[in-house]
């Protein structure tokens, strides 16, 4: 009999010095707290966790002390004492130096020691956090730009626009929200002077996923549009197609009044009866280089 029970006593012993182990090897914070907030046990993983020297030192400290916010506190016993446990609970706690870290914490209650084990998700969330600013940055640079952009997968389904695209094209921003390139194809088509090439090249582009292209496109209220198209890659891989366009309305408009007002001072010259020149500031007279193109190209 006392051969059993010194036998039960070593055997409780060693459980206690296997499960001591095993909890401090461990990479996963593993606790006992009493409701009131006292701390009953934690492991080296909690100790390295909070930043303490040693377990001891944490036994002093109460747990509440270490919330970032009381309402997640009192919300995690809320739970706790309605169904005895719970699973993922997420929330911040502020370590010894002051860094914030954010653990998802799963717990049972036993009359009034919760039991449980709670995992650092810091990274997990400043991963999430540098993935969304990145984001905000890539937003941020899209309506920023003075051109209309329209990002489209493979399968012809849009990923991203801008404001400037919508505006651009008069495209009802419910229809955009469609996700289909299919359909604001079809929309813009009554604007354009040539709608033919437009979808022509729309179509051998998808069929061509490689390569690039740039093209003017003009529209019947006499706007002007330069297209360019590339590949969107993902390292080595096609993942689809970026469309960026430009209006160029004032620059063609200023480029075609440039012509015709060339055409009418070498109308001007060729039909006046007076002799009328060009002289520059040391008197010298000029001849305009493009007016001499025209009298060229008149004469041949």
């Given amino acids: 009999m006392m051969f059993r029970e010194t036998g039960t006593k070593e055997f409780i012993s060693e459980s206690q010095e296997a499960f001591g182990w095993l909890a401090d090897h461990l990479q996963i914070n593993v606790f006992k707290i009493k409701l009131d907030g006292t701390i009953l046990y934690v492991n080296d993983c909690t100790r390295r966790l909070f930043g303490f020297d040693s377990v001891e030192d944490i036994y002093t400290s109460n747990i509440a002390r270490f919330y970032q916010s009381r309402k997640d506190r009192k919300l995690f016993i ?52 540098t993935v969304e600013n990145s984001l905000s940055i890539l937003r941020t640079t899209l309506e920023s ?4 952009i329209l990002l489209v997968d493979n399968n012809g389904k849009i990923e991203d626009y801008n404001k400037k695209f919508i505006k651009m094209w008069n495209i009802p921003n419910s229809l955009a929200e469609t996700g289909n390139d299919d359909t604001l194809i079809n929309f813009v088509l009554d604007q354009l002077i040539n709608p033919e090439d437009f979808v022509k090249k729309v179509r051998y582009l998808y069929a061509n996923p490689q390569e ?51 055409i009418k001072y070498k109308t001007l010259f060729d039909t006046a009866n007076d002799a009328i020149f060009l002289m520059n500031k040391e008197l010298s007279i000029v001849i305009p280089k493009r007016l001499i193109c025209l009298d060229v190209r008149a004469k041949k």
Wanted: no cysteine; glycine share 4%; hydrophobic share 30%.
């Fill in 78 to 129: 809320k739970e706790l004492k309605k169904s005895s446990e719970v699973k993922s609970f997420q929330t911040e706690l502020v370590t010894k130096s002051g860094n914030v870290k954010n653990l998802v914490i799963s717990a049972v209650l036993n009359e009034d020691v919760i039991s449980g084990m709670a995992v650092d998700n810091t990274d997990s969330k400043k991963a999430q956090a």
């Fill in 145 to 148: 730009t003075t051109d209309g």
């Fill in 212 to 262: 690039e292209s740039f093209d003017i496109l003009e529209f019947k209220d006499g706007r002007v549009f330069e297209r360019y198209s590339r590949p969107q890659r993902q390292e080595e891989i096609i993942a689809g197609r970026i469309w960026s366009f430009r209006d160029k309305t004032e620059n063609e408009t200023a480029r075609r009044e440039l012509d015709e007002n060339e």
